[in-house]
């Protein structure tokens, strides 16, 4: 018959930690990720400076309003003629 205390004794141990960077693994990657998104992330978009002539456009633009004790009605017209960009 084996000895009990020697088989009590294997199981007390402690296990040998085999993580990598002893626990520290899914921190360490966070931390990676995120130096890695201030490095490669811009924080401002670059500015494009975009000039075009000035083309001749025409607009009118007309307003009526009507207003009742009951009902109100509000109609806005805009015209716009002249070259498309």
Do not use: K
Not at 12 to 23: I, Y
Not at 62 to 77: E, F, I, K, L
């Amino acid at each position: 018959m084996p000895d009990r205390d020697t088989d009590l004794g294997i199981l007390r141990e402690e296990p040998e930690n085999v993580n990598l960077a002893g626990g520290y693994g899914p921190l360490l990657v966070g931390l990676v990720l995120f130096v890695l998104m201030v490095l490669l992330a811009p924080t401002v978009a670059p500015e494009r400076v975009v000039e075009r002539p000035v083309s001749t456009t025409s607009s009118t633009a007309s307003t009526t309003t009507t207003t009742s004790a009951s009902t109100s009605t509000s109609t806005t017209t805009i015209t716009i003629t002249g070259e498309a960009p």
